[in-house]
C-alpha cells in the first residue's frame, strides 16, 4: 500500500472555476504535509504546508487537513491556464511523495 | 539570495560506471535531502545528510552513497548504475536543523541517463 495516494488525474477546469485536488496517507504518525506544484521538465515548488487539522489559506490556495480521516486537499480559487501543473502531495517524516494529481486549467 | 544549485544539469553514462551529482543548499539552510524522481512520479527519498552525516535513509541499495562538506554542500554518488538509475535526481535543503518533516526547496534537479 503506498503511504500517500493521489489520483493522477488529469483534473480539468475552466478558468475561474475552483480546483479541488485530493490525497489520503496511511501513516497516522505523519505530522506534517505539504502541496508542490511541478511543471513539466521543472523542480517541485514547495506551495503550502499544514500542520494542524482544519484549514490554512494563503492568497487563491487553501489547505485543508483531517487527520482523523487521514486526508489531505488543496483548493485553487480562481484558477488559471498558468496553474496547469502536477500537483504533489506530501507527508510523513521522510516526506513521502504521492504520484501527484495533473490539473489543466482551460481559458 | 541563490537557491538550491545542482550540477551537472544533464549527464549520460554507461551500465556499470559510477556518478557524482552535486548541489549547494539555498543560504541559510543546513540539512539537504536527495531524491530520485522516475518519469510520472512523485519523488522517492534517497537520504538526508545534517551536520556532515546520514540522518536518514530511505529504500535505496547502497550503491548510493552521500557526503555532506563543512559548507552545507552535498554529493550524491551511485555506483555501479543500473539502466533503471535513470531519472531526475533532486536536491533539497531545508533549515530544520537536520528536523523531518520541514519545508524543503528543491533544486532544479540532474538529469540522469543510464544507456
Known amino acids: 500500500q503506498k503511504e500517500v495516494e493521489q489520483n493522477s488525474g488529469p483534473l480539468s477546469v475552466p478558468e475561474g472555476a475552483i480546483a479541488s485536488l485530493n490525497c489520503t496517507y496511511s501513516?497516522?504518525?505523519?505530522?506534517?504535509f505539504f502541496w508542490y506544484r511541478q511543471y513539466s521538465g521543472k523542480s517541485p515548488e514547495l506551495i503550502m504546508f499544514?500542520?494542524?487539522?482544519g484549514d490554512k489559506e494563503d492568497g487563491r490556495f487553501t489547505a485543508q487537513l483531517n487527520k482523523a480521516s487521514q486526508y489531505v486537499s488543496l483548493l485553487i480559487r480562481d484558477s488559471q491556464p498558468s496553474d496547469s501543473a502536477t500537483y504533489l502531495c506530501?507527508?510523513?517524516?521522510?516526506?513521502?511523495f504521492g504520484t501527484g494529481t495533473r490539473l489543466l486549467v482551460s481559458p | 539570495d541563490a537557491g538550491v544549485t545542482q550540477s551537472p544539469t544533464h549527464l549520460i553514462k554507461t551500465r556499470g560506471q559510477q556518478v557524482t551529482l552535486r548541489c549547494s543548499p539555498k543560504?541559510?539552510?543546513?540539512?539537504v535531502s536527495w531524491y530520485q524522481q522516475a518519469l510520472g512520479q512523485g519523488p522517492q527519498f534517497i537520504f538526508q545528510?545534517?551536520?556532515?552525516?546520514?540522518?536518514q535513509r530511505g529504500n535505496f541499495p547502497d550503491r548510493f552513497s552521500g557526503h555532506q562538506f563543512p559548507n552545507y554542500s552535498s554529493e550524491l554518488n551511485v555506483n555501479a548504475l543500473l539502466l533503471g538509475d535513470s531519472a531526475l535526481y533532486l536536491c533539497?535543503?531545508?533549515?530544520?536543523?537536520?528536523?523531518?518533516?520541514?519545508?524543503?526547496?528543491f533544486g532544479n534537479g540532474t538529469r540522469l541517463t543510464v544507456t
Open positions: 545528510y545534517y551536520e556532515e552525516e546520514e540522518r
Open positions: 501513516d497516522r504518525g505523519s505530522q506534517s
Open positions: 543560504s541559510g539552510h543546513d540539512t
Open positions: 506530501a507527508g510523513g517524516e521522510k516526506l513521502v
Open positions: 499544514i500542520y494542524s487539522n
Open positions: 533539497a535543503s531545508s533549515p530544520g536543523q537536520g528536523a523531518l518533516g520541514s519545508p524543503l526547496h
